[in-house]
């Protein structure tokens, strides 16, 4: 889980997320850490600075297809999506 220093993650913050996640979750993360820096690396692109606290609370939808991923954001007005993240994250759950 190294990868994640590159986008800002310290190394206390990669030891906590990697104990609070399933093995099986955390060797997908693992495995697929193009993936899911191409994730993290569109999240960014979009202007959400709070990337670091989706990852660490949706990480399994950092998995997704990376087409597939951008989709799910791009079907909304980016400026409204950045500004309800910023104040909400929870609103991942209904996009």
């Known amino acids: 889980m190294d990868y994640l220093n590159n986008y800002g993650f310290d190394n206390l913050e990669i030891e906590e997320f990697s ?8 060797n997908a993360l693992h495995n ?3 993936l899911v820096e191409a ?7 979009l202007g959400i600075k709070n990337y670091k606290d989706i990852f660490k609370n ?8 990376n087409s597939n991923f951008a989709n799910i954001f791009n079907q ?3 400026q409204d999506l950045v500004s309800k993240l910023e ?3 929870e609103i991942i759950e209904f996009l």
Request: aromatic share 18%.
């Open 87 to 89: 104040q909400n994250i």
């Open 58 to 65: 949706y990480y399994d939808m950092f998995l997704i297809d």
């Open 19 to 26: 104990s609070n996640v399933p093995d099986t979750l955390l």
């Open 76 to 78: 909304y007005d980016q």
């Open 39 to 45: 994730n993290i690396k569109f999240l960014i692109s």
């Open 32 to 34: 697929s850490y193009r």
